[in-house]
């Protein structure tokens, strides 16, 4: 991500119905799937945010991602015709973690939240510079009774991440105690919202939809209660660190049109089972045949910060390429998720080498979460 250094870029950009809270707490802003978000604050930067999260609570402006709704009669039969996962497995209430794949290549086109209300209706968030194409597939293959609607900007999301999170939203009397990927609703301030237990973070979190005229209102309730939690304003670089921490993908880095779900070792968000979704006869040649590369981790071996596209080699012979590399505030050491040959036989415990300027530093495979998740 590069910042935004002219008014002229900026005003390509969408904005969250939060920018000028962000601009009076110091944000550093830089673009991101086509909107100007904040990348971090004033009074601490990534470390503070970070820490944040995973000591107390955090709260990330995330109304960047997509919003999409599904309904009429058969909405949720639809959505599982499509989308990779199988929503059988969950009833009203719940969400469930999904990809939209490309029905020729299996290739990712996004990975999506979805929001099971009821037989006739779905709420999908997909990522923000993947919503158009999630909708376009979507209405191009729905039957006339279906309807699927674009209100991607109608909504803004906040996630509230870290151990405390519980206790700032029931002190705002919002529901905390439902299960984890389960969403309820709820009301602060004469607001009403709905209360996700989802986040990208590993830690016990809640993810707010409010509508965005309304936005306002609920981030300044948090922090007007969230004093008494160490509650703190994170940005897009904090987020960043703590997913890869915890193994989670990024797409368009770990995830792709050219990486599909059986090479990202995301099979888990697939059903198999089922007759029909996107991709399903790609992916199950691909898994039968074994895939040409996988993604694994890596960490450190010295004080080497593995950076996206660097490639990884076993003595002359280059093995793989760096998808997401970070260092990590909690471990203090580089950290990294990288498609790996699946010809070199690497094990968990072997090392590769990655080239950072000049030097051959060593990362050692180790299968994700680098940290200890609290998510459940």
Same mark, same amino acid.
């Given at each position: 991500m590069t910042d935004v250094t002219s008014d002229a870029a900026a005003t390509r950009l969408r904005r969250s119905p939060l920018h000028e809270r962000h601009t009076a707490a110091g944000a550093k802003f830089a673009p991101f799937g086509g909107w100007?978000?904040?990348?971090?604050?004033a009074g601490?930067?990534?470390?503070?945010?970070?820490?944040?999260?995973?000591?107390?609570?955090?709260?990330?402006?995330?109304?960047?991602?997509?919003?999409?709704?599904?309904?009429?009669?058969?909405?949720?039969?639809?959505?599982?015709?499509?989308?990779?996962?199988?929503?059988?497995r969950i009833g009203p209430g719940r969400a469930q973690y999904t990809l939209c794949c490309d029905d020729?290549?299996?290739?990712?086109?996004?990975?999506?939240?979805?929001?099971?209300?009821?037989?006739d209706h779905v709420f999908l968030i997909p990522n923000a510079a993947n919503t158009a194409e999630v909708v376009r597939r979507l209405r191009a293959a729905a039957p006339e009774r279906i309807t699927v609607t674009d209100?991607?900007?109608?909504?803004?999301?906040?996630?509230?991440?870290?151990?405390?999170s519980g206790?700032?939203?029931?002190?705002?009397?919002?529901?905390?105690?439902?299960?984890?990927?389960?969403?309820?609703?709820?009301?602060?301030? =004469?607001? !009403? #919202?709905?209360? /996700?237990?989802?986040?990208?973070?590993?830690? +016990?979190?809640? $993810?707010?939809?409010? *509508?965005?005229e309304h936005a306002v209102t609920v981030w300044d309730a948090l922090f007007a209660a969230?004093? =008494?939690? !160490? #509650?703190?304003? /994170?940005?897009?670089?904090?987020?960043?660190? +703590?997913?890869? $921490?915890?193994?989670? *993908?990024?797409?368009?880095?770990?995830l792709s049109l050219d990486i599909t779900p059986v090479q990202a070792r995301s099979g888990w968000a697939v059903g198999w089972d089922k007759p029909a979704f996107w991709g399903r006869d790609a992916l199950l040649a691909e898994k039968a045949a074994g895939p040409r590369c996988t993604l694994r981790g890596l960490v450190a071996v010295d004080r080497a910060i593995p950076r996206p596209g660097m490639t990884l080699h076993v003595g002359d012979k280059q093995v793989g390429t760096v998808?997401?590399?970070?260092?990590?505030?909690?471990?203090?050491?580089?950290?990294?998720?990288?498609?790996?040959?699946?010809?070199?036989?690497?094990?968990?415990?072997?090392?590769?080498?990655?080239?950072?300027?000049?030097r051959q530093a060593p990362l050692r495979l180790q299968k994700p979460p680098f940290v200890t998740p609290s998510t459940h």
């Open positions: 100007e978000m904040p990348l971090e604050y601490g930067g990534v470390l503070k945010e970070h820490a944040a999260v995973r000591t107390a609570v955090g709260v990330f402006d995330v109304s960047h991602l997509g919003k999409a709704r599904v309904t009429g009669p058969g909405a949720a039969e639809f959505v599982n015709s499509c989308l990779s996962n199988d929503l059988r020729a290549t299996g290739g990712v086109v996004d990975d999506i939240i979805a929001y099971l209300y009821a037989d209100e991607h900007e109608a909504y803004a999301v906040l996630a509230v991440q870290g151990p405390r206790d700032l939203l029931a002190a705002l009397d919002l529901p905390t105690e439902h299960g984890y990927m389960s969403f309820d609703a709820a009301n602060l301030a =004469a607001v !009403e #919202l709905t209360v /996700c237990r989802t986040g990208y973070t590993g830690e +016990l979190g809640y $993810e707010l939809v409010v *509508p965005a969230g004093e =008494a939690f !160490e #509650l703190r304003a /994170c940005g897009l670089a904090a987020r960043d660190t +703590l997913r890869t $921490e915890m193994g989670y *993908p990024l797409h368009g880095q770990d998808t997401s590399g970070t260092f990590s505030p909690t471990r203090k050491q580089g950290i990294a998720l990288a498609l790996l040959d699946t010809d070199a036989n690497l094990a968990e415990g072997d090392e590769v080498q990655v080239n950072i300027r000049g």
